[in-house]
């Protein structure tokens, strides 16, 4: 739980385990706590009742220990760094040498379809490139756990779809990365996850938990099934409960 010092209740009675390679959609409406429990697991701030652990440890040591990255949907890129001095940014800092900083920075740009534009600045992308350049730099360090805080938010239906698509691909690539994902998408939820959290308006609770039961690799067919849609439909009736 997290109660802030100006006694907002911002989470309550919370109670989640996430299993390795698990992708966990959280939905609810807007200050339901859903941006506070991701803080709580990245460490940024403590819960003020109960306790959690991430990989064992607490989410401060997993942080350091660079298990745990954050995308958020402001891109936050440096907007004098080319995109391979950007998406290596985080290695730089921890005093990673030259060769390995472009090798690892090669491999996520082509994870995410960039590698062609290494030596680009960020203002002459688009917002969906940009996005990916972000996702690039968390998975620079080859993370454990994954927090992705609303990242398609802003972007156009048909570009968040195609990112959709290779966030999953990308995921597949390495089944053993654990993803949680906040949206307030309801589609986008079912899609992506193999599991929706549904959250409770203020004070933050989890209500619900709706296992997304398909096989991956899901595509763009996969939207127009009619399962999907049920799916969609279940979540919905949960969150307007
Ligand atoms: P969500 O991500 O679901 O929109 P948040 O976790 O951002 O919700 O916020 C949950 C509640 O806590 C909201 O009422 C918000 O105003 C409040 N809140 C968030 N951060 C702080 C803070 N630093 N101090 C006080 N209240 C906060």
């Not at 350049?133 to 620079?140: D, N």
Request: overall charge neutral; some cysteine; aromatic content about 8%.
């Amino acid at each position: 739980g997290k109660i802030y010092p100006n006694g907002t209740v911002a989470v309550q009675h919370a109670n989640l385990h996430v299993g390795e390679g698990e992708f966990l959609c959280f939905v609810g409406p807007s200050g339901c706590g859903k941006s506070t429990i991701f803080n709580m697991i990245a460490g940024l701030t403590e819960p003020t009742s109960g306790h959690l652990t991430v990989l064992g440890t607490s989410p401060k040591e997993a942080r350091k220990q660079n298990e745990i990255a954050f995308v958020f949907q402001e891109h936050t890129l440096l907007p004098w760094a080319k995109l391979i001095d950007n998406v290596t940014m985080p290695l730089t800092l921890r005093g990673i040498s030259k060769k390995e900083r472009i090798t690892e920075g090669e491999r996520v740009l082509e994870l995410v379809g960039l590698k062609d534009y290494m030596k680009v600045l960020p203002r002459e992308l688009s917002g969906g490139m940009k996005m990916r350049v972000s996702i690039a730099r968390a998975l620079i360090s080859r993370p454990k756990l994954l927090l992705m805080d609303e990242p398609f938010g802003a972007l156009d239906e048909i570009t968040r779809q195609t990112l959709q698509n290779e966030l999953l691909n990308i995921w597949e690539q390495d089944k053993k990365m654990s993803v949680l994902f906040i949206t307030h998408n309801v589609f986008e939820s079912v899609f992506l996850s193999t599991k929706v959290v549904v959250m409770t308006p203020r004070p933050g609770k989890i209500s619900d938990f709706i296992d997304i039961p398909f096989a991956y690799p899901r595509d763009d067919e996969f939207r127009t099934q009619p399962e999907f849609g049920e799916y969609v439909r279940s979540v919905s009736a949960v969150l307007k409960h």
